[in-house]
């Protein structure tokens, strides 16, 4: 057995070296990674999972850091262009985010989850000025059955910085290389931790800085409304780290 990036696939060979294809259904961030245990299931490792495939080739997810805490949903981007939540082990999508948000680089993009389950942030980056970055994120709240989105902090169509909307006394000097907003973590169900950055950016109203970084707690309340309840400017050692930590994203 091999597992094989070029087409997304495992490759089962013979005694003989005669090649045939084991699975097709990898996906896009395949590593090398493959292991079988002694019942003939094959197991390889990708960007955020480790999928399992029985004897007869059939894929399921044996551990994942795109499913939900509660096991009931599962984030999957197919071929790396296709983002979307199915149900936990099958193929029925219940949320298209292709269809919600533009994602050209979707192999780029991550799903985290709050520890209810219940609602999630989508970091991506969408169409943006060639040589710059820019990342946003999508909220989504579970109601009922259905995935809804929720209202975003930030204005995508405004001229100023996410960061610069979030901490409205830190002004755009100038068009901004990087643009980032993400969300980190989810404290509890209801409080996501949120990091911006920019590099173009007015701290106080006498000094300047050509970049800065904060991290902003943002509450949800039952409707899904938000609102940020807590500022926090990073320090150069703290952007330092955190940038390292996302090195590639």
């Excluded at 197991?43 to 551990?63: M, R, W």
């Excluded at 970091?123 to 040589?131: A, E, I, K, R, T």
Aim: hydrophobic share 35%; with cysteine.
């Amino acid at each position: 057995m091999a597992a094989d990036a070029g087409s997304h696939s495992i490759l089962e060979f013979s005694t003989d070296g005669t090649k045939k294809i084991f699975a097709s259904t990898l996906g896009f961030d395949v590593s090398s990674g493959l292991a079988c245990d002694r019942s003939g299931n094959v197991f390889v490792l990708n960007k955020h999972s480790i999928l399992k495939f029985d004897s007869s080739g059939t894929p399921s997810t044996f551990a994942s850091d795109w499913v939900s805490p509660d096991k009931q949903w599962e984030y999957r981007c197919v071929d790396g262009n296709w983002p979307e939540i199915v149900k936990a082990g099958t193929t029925q999508v219940v949320l298209d985010l292709s269809k919600d948000q533009s994602v050209p680089h979707a192999t780029e993009a991550e799903v985290v989850w709050a520890p209810d389950s219940k609602r999630f942030a989508f970091n991506y980056s969408p169409p943006h000025v060639p040589h710059t970055s820019y990342e946003t994120i999508a909220l989504y709240q579970l109601r009922g059955d259905k995935w809804t989105a929720l209202g975003s902090p930030v204005d995508e169509t405004s001229n100023r910085t996410q960061l610069a909307q979030l901490a409205k006394e830190h002004l755009p000097e100038s068009d901004p290389s990087r643009d980032i907003l993400r969300v980190r973590n989810w404290t509890s169900a209801n409080t996501a931790i949120l990091y911006a950055y920019s590099d173009a950016v007015r701290v106080g109203s006498g000094s300047r800085s050509s970049e800065a970084s904060f991290l902003f707690t943002l509450k949800f309340d039952a409707e899904g409304n938000s609102k940020i309840v807590k500022t926090q400017q990073m320090s150069g050692k703290e952007v330092k780290s955190l940038t390292n930590k996302f090195e590639g994203f």
